[in-house]
């Protein structure tokens, strides 16, 4: 979509090219009668371009995304931009306000795109979401983090067969891209199936701020949107290799206790690792983890409790990658220590 001399307008507001806005997007009302709104930035650049959204926080509790959009918002300028982003900070309102991942009635979200205007709370607000900014764009970007109680590596999900997914996935930057369309309902898929290519970029841990996610995930927004000549300058920083990984699994505990976990997310492990040992109450080993396939860690639980069943570890799984992943991984040693090296010398 040319963007230069295009009217452009969110929730009946327009916005002229060479403008930022910030907009209220009315999405629903709350108990005391007054409106739920969702903040909205629209940056338009004077240069014709695409238009491009980048949401944050559909799960109330993900901060990390909120964090990286303020630091885009901060960081993009109408003047050097070509085409139009819009910047969610915050979508989902009510689990923002009650620091928890769903809507009222607990619903997810991320379930009910691309919603109904006459449907259920969810669907109605997925509705006004994806009418007023997801289908006014080219492609987009959904920041996400961890569930309550797990860490993630950060990493890029999306469509990967399909060829302008894996394009703005490859261009994220992250090394790890999960081939993961989405369940139905979800904005990625939805918004993808409506011919609006979009990415879900996964990382951290609910409930807080981290530096280094906030700023993979701004590096990653800017290089998209460099890669889509909106942007003149790349965030940079390429990754050590970038696998796409057709298979990921939750390891999970086959018994009751306290977890002594010995891997993190990042990490390389082979069939038949120890990843942590399951303990009772007397700190007697009740059960060795043993990873059950060889890949890298994507995810792992950060609860130091476990019940059968309980997602320890979030493997995604690597074959013809593998050989890559080791090289690389191992040149990385070997420049860090030649740094340290240096370091003692001097
Ligand atoms: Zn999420």
Redesign the pocket.
């Known amino acids: 979509m040319d963007s230069s001399n295009t009217e452009f307008s969110i929730s009946g507001i327009p916005v002229a090219a060479g403008e930022t806005r910030e907009i209220y997007l009315k999405v629903s009302e709350s108990y005391l009668s007054g409106s739920v709104q969702i903040p909205v930035t629209v940056i338009r650049g004077r240069q014709p371009g695409p238009t491009a959204f980048v949401t944050a926080a559909?799960?109330g509790d993900?901060l990390n995304g909120a964090d990286i959009v303020r630091r885009l918002i901060f960081d993009i300028d109408h003047e050097k931009l070509s085409g139009t982003l819009i910047a969610v900070p915050v979508v989902n309102i009510p689990g923002f306000l009650t620091q928890s991942r769903y809507l009222h009635y607990n619903r997810d979200l991320?379930r009910f795109f691309p919603g109904k205007k006459r449907g259920n709370n969810a669907e109605r607000v997925a509705f006004r979401l994806f009418n007023e900014i997801v289908r006014k764009c080219d492609f987009g970007i959904d920041l996400?983090?961890a569930a309550f109680g797990r860490m993630n590596l950060p990493h890029v999900r999306g469509d990967m067969t399909h060829p302008q997914v894996r394009l703005l996935a490859r261009a994220f930057g992250a090394a790890v891209l999960v081939h993961q369309p989405g369940v139905p309902g979800s904005l990625r898929r939805e918004a993808t199936e409506a011919g609006v290519p979009t990415i879900l970029f996964e990382a951290g841990e609910t409930g807080r701020f981290s530096k280094r996610v906030s700023l993979a995930g701004l590096r990653g927004v800017l290089n998209v949107l460099s890669e889509m000549k909106m942007w003149p300058e790349p965030g940079r920083k390429r990754p050590p290799f970038q696998v796409i990984v057709k298979a990921s699994e939750w390891f999970r505990a086959e018994k009751g206790g306290i977890l002594d976990l010995e891997t993190a997310p990042g990490d390389l492990i082979y069939k038949g690792d120890l990843v942590g040992s399951i303990l009772n109450p007397f700190g007697k080993t009740v059960t060795q983890l043993r990873a059950p396939v060889t890949g890298i860690v994507i995810g792992v639980t950060t609860a130091p409790l476990t019940i059968p069943g309980t997602g320890v570890v979030h493997i995604a799984r690597l074959k013809k990658t593998l050989p890559l992943v080791e090289r690389s991984l191992k040149n990385q040693k070997k420049k860090r220590l030649r740094k340290l090296r240096k370091k003692a010398r001097k």
């Open positions: 559909l799960h993900e991320n996400h983090t």
